[in-house]
Nanobody, 128 residues
Framework: QVQLVESGGGLVQTGGSLRLSCAAS????????MAWFRQAPGKEREFVGG????????YDEDSVKGRFTISRDNAKNMVYLQMNRLKPEDTAVYYC?????????????????????WGQGTQVTVSS
């Protein structure tokens, strides 16, 4: 059974940092793209960033440019999201996601519908 479990969320002040982790189990995802999405109350789930199997990163530049960094450890089946200089508008539930339909992608897809497996989410709240 495939499972993604996020951790590391919490309450932080504006300008602070958090590091989210996502542990995948059930099978290895070392050949698949992995991504982070977020969903704020009353809004649709949106792409934050992703990373290909070999470490090519893509971000939603408008919202997280220069502040967030994605990394992965294929040996541990983990993906991470380092978030720096956090803003109140970053407040959301953060989800990690991966896929079961394509391997060794050259780029990361950005749509919710492109991903097959999702974690339960971890809350990030940034106070002003």
């Amino acid at each position: 059974q495939v499972q993604l479990v996020e951790s590391g969320g919490g309450l932080v002040q504006t300008g602070g940092s958090l590091r989210l982790s996502c542990a995948a189990s059930g099978r290895t995802f070392s050949a698949n793209a992995m991504a982070w999405f977020r969903q704020a109350p009353g809004k649709e789930r949106e792409f934050v960033g992703g990373i290909t199997w070999n470490g090519i990163r893509t971000y939603d530049e408008d919202s997280v440019k220069g502040r967030f960094t994605i990394s992965r450890d294929n040996a541990k089946n983990m993906v991470y999201l380092q978030m720096n200089r956090l803003k109140p508008e970053d407040t959301a539930v953060y989800y990690c996601a991966t896929e079961n339909r394509s391997f060794y992608r050259r780029s990361v897809p950005r749509l919710v519908s492109d991903f097959d497996y999702w974690g339960q989410g971890t809350q990030v709240t940034v106070s002003s």
